[in-house]
């Protein structure tokens, strides 16, 4: 028996207790086995579709990937369960229609995530179905980014008003690489939008985004035929197989999604931000500067404020510099400014407007406590100076008294307030300006308390011909800058004197020494850039890796030239600019007017200190789809699949590779054309 036990308690030991393994991870998406009614169904008359899977599914973001069209007045109810997703309508559905519901890429399986993309299902009410499609991508016209979950809709209505007072006569969204199908359209001539419809009527409102093309587009189809080899295993010609395909057409439209940048121009608030600081907010940037009038107190001078603007003209600050209103209770003004009335006219608005002055409940306190603080300490100094006129008449020593007394007094004197001033120091770039910045409007500058001397050769300082400061820009208050030139690989010393710089209040600031440093040209590089394929005024950015903006040239007999330029790595991007306002400009439907075409160089620009470097670019070499680099893209779209496999490789030792398809199949007769051009070109089926 013991032998027994012994013998058994060895073979537990040596038994593994664990999960057993499972198999290879799943790749691959649901797969549709059958539905009620059939797909392509016609003459139905139900209200509930239901849609049976081979494994179970979730439906992910369905509010903005599903949808139905035609639209029905009251969106239907759509659930997952299990391995069967039903749909359920509430309105009657109408006569002789075709019915599409439209999943985009929302099916996915509830283990892995694999993704059914592109999935719709079709049905008739009467006695047939609408089989035409066309398809394409929507892209963000002012930086080419890819628009995922967007609406796109066409109207046979031809008629310009059709965009904004009737709902899509067919319509799909946009699934995550930006790529729309339009399925199961009847024969006809449509206009084709895309709109992200925020309030979700299926219509333009101007404050949505929205992209249009200006032709009417006829669906189609084409057939052509294609042919593969089917090889033996020894890699001999086995046969040779002909298919036949149809080919729906326009498949390769591509909208530019823009946004007029409408906004109803209205007051939203004034308020009297300090003692001597107003504040006017308006919804939008005015088309003109408003017109402010005072009416009381009354004041006979014009210069009663300095105007600071924020944001455009949007958001007005007007500091005051009289008095008399800054210690009025009460300042009345009469402004006009621009208003948008009924049916989105607009016109010029007179308002009276009363900015009453603030006095809040913790500002009171604060003064309250700081009262009672000084109280104090004068009480607190009175006792000394009697303590030191007793010691005195006593005849005894006055000194540690006196020295506490003397401390007490420094610290209750009222300190001056000096204007905080900021300038150069340390390095500058070659490109820099000499300039001053300060915590308060600036209301003087004396040029002769500004001093600038660079260092020569033999370590002696040469004063430098200073111009006069100047705002940096046309309504900066706090900045001022010196239009000239730094000498390259130079030493600079500025002092500014005291009382040299005051605010519109007359605060001075201290004096303010530093010193700086200007690069040399060699720490710098020279880009000129060969535009070709461009017709009109066109100006380029200058991007970093965030897609930000860094500077920007105009196109002169065809070439962007940028000098001085920091080495690193940069991109670019071309607006054809063609109002020539050195701006981009968005489209307007009612206009008819397109946004303003942006192209983006296909690549980053390594440039090194002190090189001449000069690149050709052909702005319609690459498509609008595959221009923008991969390295500044704001959204990057993966396939579900793709993501898992890497997952799976990465867990891997590195000796193992990933199996390769020997006959570089690519699913020859099977549904393989998904019919939009632009996916089917990434995905290798058609070039």
């Known amino acids: 028996m013991m032998v027994l036990a012994l013998v058994a308690l060895a073979v537990m030991s040596c038994a593994k207790i664990g999960m057993p393994e499972g198999g290879p991870r799943d790749y691959t998406p649901p797969m549709m086995l059958r539905s009620n009614p059939a797909p392509g169904a016609v003459n139905f008359k139900g209200k509930k579709i239901e849609i049976n899977f081979d494994e179970i599914v979730t439906l992910k973001d369905q509010t903005t990937k599903v949808v139905v069209s035609p639209a029905p007045k009251e969106p239907p109810a759509i659930r997952a369960q299990g391995k069967k997703i039903t749909v359920e309508f509430h309105d009657e559905l109408e006569p002789n ?67 904004t007072t009737l709902p899509f006569d067919r319509v799909s969204r946009t699934n995550g690489r930006g790529e729309f199908t339009l399925r199961n359209v009847p024969p006809g001539e449509y206009h084709i939008f895309a709109l992200r419809d925020v309030d979700g009527d299926y219509k333009m409102a101007r404050t949505e985004d929205v992209a249009f093309l200006d032709r009417v587009i006829v669906p189609s189809t084409r057939e052509f035929t294609s042919q593969d080899t089917v090889f033996t295993f020894d890699h001999r010609i086995d046969t040779i197989m002909t298919a036949t395909h149809t080919e729906f057409l326009p498949n390769d439209l591509l909208l530019s999604l823009f946004n007029e940048s409408y906004r109803s121009l209205y007051l939203k608030k004034h308020e009297r931000e300090s003692a001597n600081k107003l504040l006017v907010l308006f919804s939008a940037p005015m088309p003109e500067m408003p017109k402010p009038r005072l009416l009381e107190p009354t004041i006979y001078s014009d210069d009663w404020a300095k105007l600071e603007t924020r944001e455009g003209q949007d958001s007005l600050v007007y500091w005051l510099t009289d008095s008399t209103l800054i210690k009025a209770d009460t300042i009345r003004m009469e402004m006009s400014y621009w208003h948008t009335g ?88 070659i490109t820099d300006s000499l300039w001053i910045k300060t915590n308060s409007p600036i209301g003087s500058i004396d040029m002769n308390g500004v001093h600038l001397e660079k260092m020569n050769s033999d370590s002696t300082w040469t004063a430098v011909q200073l111009p006069t400061m100047v705002p940096a820009n046309e309504w900066n208050v706090y900045r001022y800058v010196a239009p000239m030139r730094l000498e390259q690989n130079t030493d600079y010393r500025l002092t500014i004197d005291s009382l040299a710089v005051r605010s519109i209040y007359g605060i001075a600031c201290d004096t303010v020494r530093t010193t700086f440093k200007v690069k040399s040209e060699e720490e710098y590089a020279n880009l000129h850039v060969n535009c070709v394929g461009i017709d009109g005024k066109a100006f380029v950015h200058l991007l970093d890796r965030n897609d930000k903006v860094l500077r920007t040239v105009d196109v002169k007999d065809g070439y962007a030239d940028y000098y001085d330029v920091l080495p690193e790595t940069y991109y670019l991007m071309l607006v054809l600019d063609r109002n020539g306002n050195g701006r981009w400009d968005t489209g307007n439907y009612a206009q008819h007017l397109q946004p303003e075409e942006v192209y983006y160089y296909n690549g980053g620009v390594k440039l090194k200190r002190f090189s001449d470097i000069t690149l050709t670019w052909d702005v319609n070499a690459v498509t609008a789809d595959k221009q923008k680099p991969e390295a500044i893209r704001k959204y990057h779209p993966e396939e579900r699949n793709n993501k898992l496999k890497k997952e799976d490789k990465n867990k891997k030792n590195g000796n193992e590779e990933e199996e390769e398809d020997e006959f570089n199949s690519n699913g020859f007769m099977n549904n393989t054309y998904s019919g939009n051009k632009y996916d089917d070109v990434k995905r290798g089926v058609v070039r």
């Open 97 to 163: 229609t075709t019915y599409v519901i439209d999943f985009t890429d929302g099916i996915e399986d509830n283990n892995e995530g694999n993704v059914l993309d592109g999935f719709a299902f079709a049905f008739s009410t009467g006695d047939h179905i609408d089989s035409l499609q066309v398809s394409g991508m929507v892209l963000r016209a002012s930086d080419l980014e890819i628009m995922k979950n967007v609406l796109v809709g066409l109207h046979s209505n031809l008629d310009d008003s059709a965009f």
């Open 342 to 429: 009924e049916n989105d006219s607009v016109s010029m608005k007179n308002d009276t407007l009363t900015f009453a002055r603030k006095n809040s409940a913790s500002e009171r306190k604060q003064q309250e406590k700081a009262a009672k603080e000084r109280e104090k300490q004068e009480k607190e100094l009175a006792k000394l100076q009697e303590k030191l006129d007793k010691l005195r008449s006593e005849g005894k020593d006055t000194t540690d008294v006196a020295i506490e007394l003397h401390d007490m007094r420094d610290m209750l004197k009222v300190k001056p307030v000096l204007l905080e001033l900021q300038t150069c120091k340390g390095q500058a770039e």
